[in-house]
C-alpha cells in the first residue's frame, strides 16, 4: 500500500515539474526587403509604459532573436541596423507564455 503511494506522489510530482521549467520567451526575425536575413541588427525590447530599455540582444545568422525570463508586461520592440531604417513595433501584451513577434523587414535608408 504504501509503495502504491509513493508511486502516485512520485508521478504527480513529476507531471507537476515541467510547469516550472517553461521559459517565457519572446522571439522573432528580422530580414531586408529582399527577404534575406539581416544578422547583427540590434533589437531592443523596452517598456511601452516609459520605453525604458527591458532587455537588448543581437540577430543571430539567421537573423532571429530571442529574450527569456521576460517578466509579464506590455513591450514594444525597436530594430536598427547600419545602412537600414530603424523600426518600431506597436506596443503588445506578454503574459508570460512563448510570443512570436511576426516578421520584421528593414528598409535600406536613403543615403
Not at 527577404?35 to 531592443?44: K, T
Amino acid at each position: 500500500m504504501l509503495y502504491r503511494f509513493n508511486i502516485v506522489v512520485l508521478a504527480a510530482i513529476l507531471l507537476y515539474l515541467p510547469s516550472f521549467s517553461q521559459s517565457s520567451l519572446i522571439t522573432g526575425q528580422v530580414s531586408d526587403e529582399k527577404n534575406q536575413s539581416l544578422p547583427g541588427a540590434i533589437v531592443e525590447l523596452s517598456f511601452a509604459t516609459d520605453s525604458l530599455l527591458a532587455k537588448a540582444n543581437i540577430t543571430d545568422a539567421d537573423g532571429k532573436f530571442s529574450f527569456s525570463d521576460t517578466k509579464f508586461g506590455s513591450y514594444f520592440v525597436k530594430v536598427s541596423m547600419l545602412g537600414f531604417t530603424a523600426y518600431s513595433s506597436s506596443p503588445f501584451e506578454f503574459n508570460g507564455q512563448t510570443k512570436t513577434i511576426p516578421a520584421i523587414s528593414l528598409s535600406v535608408s536613403a543615403v
